[in-house]
């Protein structure tokens, strides 16, 4: 079964890869105008706000407080954060909702991949490291935790807008998104700019992915738990894929 989700996947990328090259520039290009515009700021310690929001979170740091953060990094780092990923996208597939779980993972390792690229151009020092809690290798902008799980909260959110469950699963996945770029900043490793950017960046490519792979695959604007699940038109507002379409795309 898994060699078939992958062929899907594959033929995906091939059928779709200019669409998904042009979301990644529409993504990134304004990145770049941003950095062009401010590179001076960006070079000499952000703006004066962004300052100012750290020292905010200094003057307000608890032991309490500093573990939850340090905890909410480890959860949302690359070496958790993925594995908790491929456990929700199984589990979205053994319930029936193959392109939900390949939506979830193409959204997760697309920020990623922004992320890389953006680093790479941009090559934001971080802040003063004798205001952080902890020591971060690499560069600062855009912040790597706040983009990926952006991405994974929206995308999340997306997945399950149309179940019974739609509203609080879509909340849930926002806050887990700021919750993790404010915990950022607390700990001093990212300017605020780090993170605003890289949510919004990431809220634009899991937004931008969901459309693009809706119009291939419609039962991805269903619930993964099948029409029983899913919301009417009525309640949504918007039409919702027919019972034969879904399975149609199952097959294919």
């Not at 998904?20 to 990145?31: C, I, N, R, S, T």
Request: hydrophobic share 55%.
């Amino acid at each position: 079964m898994f060699p078939d989700r992958l062929h899907e996947a594959v033929a995906f990328l091939r059928t779709h890869w200019r669409g998904l090259l042009l979301l990644l520039l529409g993504v990134l290009l304004p990145l770049v105008l941003i950095a062009e515009l401010t590179e001076d700021i960006f070079r000499d310690g952000g703006f004066a706000w962004d300052t100012a929001v750290l020292a905010w979170y200094r003057a307000h740091r608890t032991p309490t407080l500093t573990s939850l953060a340090l905890a909410l990094g480890v959860i949302g780092s690359v070496r958790v954060l993925p594995f908790i990923a491929l456990v929700i996208a199984l589990l979205l597939a053994r319930a029936g909702g193959r392109i939900h779980a390949w939506y979830l993972a193409f959204a997760l390792s697309g920020a990623a991949l922004l992320n890389v690229l953006a680093k790479l151009i941009f090559q934001r020092p971080r802040p003063d490291e004798l205001g952080a809690v902890l020591i971060e290798s690499g560069f600062s902008f855009p912040s790597g935790h706040a983009m990926s799980n952006a991405a994974f909260g929206i995308a999340l959110g997306l997945i399950f807008w149309r179940s019974r469950a739609g509203w609080p699963v879509a909340v849930l996945g926002v806050f887990w998104g700021v919750l993790l770029a404010a915990s950022r900043n607390y700990l001093g490793v990212h300017y605020p700019t780090d993170v605003i950017v890289g949510f919004l960046s990431a809220a634009a490519w899991a937004y931008g992915l969901y459309l693009l792979m809706a119009r291939r695959w419609p039962a991805l604007r269903n619930s993964p738990g099948g029409m029983d699940d899913t919301r009417s038109s009525v309640q949504t507002g918007t039409d919702v894929v027919p019972r034969q379409e879904r399975e149609r795309d199952r097959t294919r």
